[in-house]
């Protein structure tokens, strides 16, 4: 079955630097696009970055642009998200989801077909 | 600030039906498929509908989804105790750059 566990994230201060890594297993990963999806307390979902099946394209939301960077290790089944200058506004849980789309993310088709279960940042000083 | 506008709450009856709207534009859902999800309190989302009108196998077809022009809904008739969740549309957005976005979420309450 498919298995999607986030990891890495904590407590860090403004400014600083976090990498949260997300483990895929019961499935071919490298076959399918992946994102990030955050959601801030209490509030609702917001869309962080997307990756294709090979790496080869990476979009991302306004909000996180130039700050974060999404990235995958096909070899190792692992999604990535590079977090830099974190701000008290990057709080949240962010959930890894697979892209339910075809050709691996290279459509104008997406929508997560499977999420992992969060894991929370907080920026904190 | 989310492009895609939902009901905040909508209730009902067990047994009833809800209808949850999600209101978009011609840069998002007037030009690409919608997808619903469903957040139990304290979970991860779950996929409900695709492409608009699909299921995901192991979804009740008491879930439907349709849309028309720049507008979506999400159906849910049969209404149980287990479906009070918030509910979220989501679609790609070409307007200045190109990201996925989600609705402003609605709180479905079984009386």
């Known amino acids: 079955q498919v298995q999607l566990v986030e990891s890495g994230g904590g407590v860090v201060q403004p400014g600083r630097s976090l990498r949260l890594s997300c483990a895929a297993s019961g499935f071919t990963f490298s076959s399918y696009g992946m994102h990030w999806v955050r959601q801030a307390p209490g509030k609702g979902l917001e869309w962080v970055a997307l990756i294709w099946y090979d790496g080869s394209n990476k979009y991302y939301a306004d909000s996180v642009k130039g700050r974060f960077i999404i990235s995958r290790d096909n070899s190792k089944n692992t999604l990535y998200l590079q977090m830099n200058s974190l701000r008290a506004e990057d709080t949240a849980v962010y959930y890894c989801?697979?892209?339910?789309?075809?050709?691996?993310?290279?459509?104008?088709?997406?929508?997560?077909?499977?999420w992992g279960q969060g894991t929370l940042v907080t920026v904190s000083s | 600030q989310s492009v895609l506008t939902q009901p905040p709450s909508v209730s009902a009856a067990p047994g009833q039906k809800v209808t949850i709207s999600c209101s978009g534009s011609s840069s998002n859902i007037g030009n690409n498929y919608v997808s619903w999800y469903q957040q139990l309190p304290g979970t991860a989302p779950k996929l409900l509908i695709y492409e608009s009108k699909k299921r995901p196998s192991g979804i009740p077809d008491r879930f439907s989804g349709s849309k028309s022009g720049t507008s979506a809904t999400l159906g849910i008739t049969g209404l149980q105790t287990g479906d009070e969740a918030d509910y979220y549309c989501g679609t790609w957005d070409t307007s200045l750059s190109a990201n996925y976005v989600f609705g402003t979420g609605t709180k479905v309450t079984v009386l």
């Open positions: 989801a697979r892209e339910g789309g075809p050709y691996g993310g290279n459509s104008d088709i997406h929508y997560f077909d499977f």
